[in-house]
């Protein structure tokens, strides 16, 4: 008797468990899901320069390595790093005393054969001397003058110079120095303007001119820009890369631009247009389509569902006892969680994206201005599903950002 009493008591407990488990389980079910963390933004209109991108490298309009073709001893650097020397400025000197010497001797020689052909000249008026002697005369006054000239370049060859205005390299050569023909000096930099060269493909040849303006982005001075003109244009396309290349010519007149860096380039090509812009992290990009997440309130949604469940009805032409069945079925209350009508939802939109822009895409179709959609968070949404919204970081949304080195 004991036992079945145990017994009927345990089942009862079991029952009682269950039903509480099942209670339980009902009442979470209950509950609205938490809502998503998710950052925003507003479609807005924006003016768009049509452009034509591109990353590029800056060089120099006129660039060195400078070298002497003799060798010989350093006396003399008359140039610091990072001077800005002028054209024909002396930046350094080999020993030259002993050719210096030599030019002496020579020029002496030829003072002497000078007045040797002077006074020949005057013998051969009065018949003193022979044609021949005077031609000898006339050819040692000419060798003479010869070896002096070349002399003097002799001379010259043991000094540098700058062929050109610019800035000076890193100079790591000290008087004392015992310098090979061929040994790299200083390097020289016209900076001011400065080239840029970038290649683009060949179906972008007919939009390409001379003269048309562009911008440059440089990681290097984030949010600045500058501007320059396509100042030549190859007449070749790359048979293996099908690409063209183009030179451009910027002002430099800061010098902040150096031969060698990278820089994004954007030719402006056509004129401006007007387009609703999103960044390009708000839109999903499915098989079937792209689409937005918007932000409305509970209640917005509700009308915006019922609106299109009528809609799609007109549509389909519904006998109207079906849309009878229909409006009512639409005004009982789902069994799902009840969200109150100030929550903010998401409900996902389909969208047409026209052109790129840096960070932006342009919203041809599918969206009115000042629209509030979601750009992070969207893994886990779907229509209906509730949110929280955390501006506090927000993704890249620039038209214009700079190339990143990693």
Request: charged share 20%.
């Amino acid at each position: 008797m004991i036992v079945m009493i145990v017994a009927v008591l345990g089942l009862v407990a079991v029952i009682a468990g269950i039903k509480v488990l099942s209670i339980m389980r009902m009442i979470a079910a209950s509950k609205p899901p938490p809502p998503a963390v998710v950052s925003t933004a507003k479609a807005n209109s924006q003016d768009w320069q049509p452009e034509l991108r591109a990353v590029g490298t800056l060089r120099a309009v006129r660039g060195a390595d400078l070298a002497l073709d003799v060798a010989g001893l350093v006396t003399r650097v008359k140039v610091k790093s990072g001077d800005e020397v002028r054209q024909g400025q002396l930046l350094l000197q080999l020993r030259d005393s002993e050719d210096i010497a030599l030019l002496h001797q020579l020029e002496a020689a030829a003072a002497l054969a000078d007045v040797t052909f002077a006074r020949a000249r005057d013998q051969l008026a009065v018949q003193v001397i022979s044609k021949a002697d005077y031609d000898q005369s006339a050819a040692d006054l000419k060798a003479k003058h010869a070896a002096v000239t070349q002399q003097e370049v002799n001379v010259a060859k043991k000094q540098l110079r700058a062929p050109f205005s610019g800035r000076a390299g890193i100079v790591t050569i000290n008087p004392g120095a015992y310098l090979n023909p061929g040994t790299t000096i200083v390097t020289l930099q016209q900076l001011d303007p400065i080239y840029v060269d970038f290649h683009l493909p060949q179906k972008d040849l007919a939009e390409l001119r001379t003269g048309q303006k562009l911008t440059l982005g440089l990681d290097a001075f984030p949010g600045r820009t500058f501007g320059g003109t396509v100042s030549a244009i190859s007449p070749k396309v790359d048979s293996d890369t099908r690409n063209v290349q183009v030179e451009a010519k910027v002002p430099n007149p800061d010098r902040v631009l150096t031969p060698g860096m990278f820089a994004s380039v954007s030719v402006e090509v056509g004129s401006k247009q007007r387009h609703l812009t999103l960044p390009q992290t708000a839109v999903v990009y499915n098989p079937y389509g792209e689409t937005v997440f918007v932000v409305l309130t509970k209640a917005e949604a509700d009308r915006r569902q019922a609106a299109e469940a009528a809609a799609t009805a007109a549509a389909n032409d519904d006998p109207p006892k079906e849309k009878q069945q229909d409006q009512r079925a639409a005004k009982k209350p789902g069994k799902g969680p009840q969200l109150p009508p100030d929550a903010l939802v998401v409900q996902q939109t389909f969208v047409t994206t026209g052109p790129t822009r840096g960070d932006q895409v342009a919203i041809l179709k599918g969206l009115d201005e000042g629209v509030e959609v979601v750009t992070s968070g969207q893994i886990k949404l779907k229509s209906g599903a509730p949110i929280r919204i955390d501006n506090s970081v927000q993704p890249a949304n620039s038209p214009n950002p700079t190339p990143q080195e990693h």
